[in-house]
């Protein structure tokens, strides 16, 4: 069965980094898009970042554009998320998703169980 | 913030028919399929609905979605207390070039 398994979150002070990894198992990892979601406390659903089966696409949200990058490691079925300049508006669960299509266009199937990233001084 | 609306709250006795809209554009919900999701409080989203109108395997027949023009619907009939949770709506947006997702819907078993 489709296992996403997130790590890497934490309390870190504001302008700090922090990278976010998700290890993937129980599908081809290779022929799946694989997205970054975010939820802060009591707040919605909000998407991330996106990343193509071949890495030839990634797309991301207007709050992360240009501090933070998506990348996958197809040898090692794992997803990261570097988190650059990070602010307290940023505090939130991430979860992994896998995408039910290669592209990442065609939305997330299935979902990690989330890692809290805190974001203050 | 939400580029796709749905109604903040939707309620139901058990046994009811509960309907939650998810308004959209030309450039989301127009041209992409819908995905609907369930999240029972404090765990991760679950797929409810797929491609508009496919059910993932495991989700219950009472689960229904619907998509005309540009917006969706997701039915919930023969409402029953473990239903209820939070039901969120999403679609690629070509012209955002995102993953957007609806204001959320937090359903209520009276």
């Known amino acids: 069965q489709v296992q996403l398994v997130e790590s890497g979150g934490g309390v870190v002070q504001p302008g700090r980094s922090l990278r976010l990894s998700c290890a993937a198992s129980?599908?081809?990892?290779?022929?799946?898009?694989m997205h970054w979601v975010r939820q802060a406390p009591g707040k919605g659903l909000e998407w991330v970042a996106v990343?193509?089966?071949?890495?030839?696409?990634?797309h991301y949200g207007d709050s992360v554009k240009g501090r933070f990058t998506i990348s996958r490691d197809n040898s090692r079925n794992t997803l990261h998320l570097q988190m650059n300049s990070l602010r307290v508006e940023d505090t939130a669960v991430y979860y992994c998703?896998?995408?039910?299509?290669?592209?990442?266009?065609?939305?997330?199937?299935?979902w990690g169980q989330g890692t809290l990233v805190t974001v203050s001084s | 913030q939400s580029v796709l609306t749905q109604p903040p709250s939707a309620s139901g006795t058990p046994g009811q028919r509960v309907t939650i809209s998810c308004s959209g554009s030309s450039s989301n919900i127009g041209i992409n399929t819908v995905n609907w999701y369930q999240q029972l409080p404090g765990t991760a989203p679950k797929l409810l609905i797929y491609n508009n109108n496919q059910r993932p395997s495991g989700v219950p027949d009472r689960f229904s979605g619907s998509k005309s023009g540009t917006s969706a619907s997701l039915a919930i009939s023969g409402l029953q207390s473990e239903d209820e949770a939070d039901y969120d709506c999403a679609a690629w947006d070509v012209t955002l070039d995102a993953y957007v997702f609806g204001t959320g819907t937090q359903v209520t078993v009276l």
């Open positions: 990343i193509s089966n071949d890495v030839s696409n990634k």
């Open positions: 129980g599908f081809t990892f290779s022929s799946y898009g």
């Open positions: 998703g896998k995408d039910w299509g290669s592209s990442g266009y065609f939305g997330v199937d299935y």
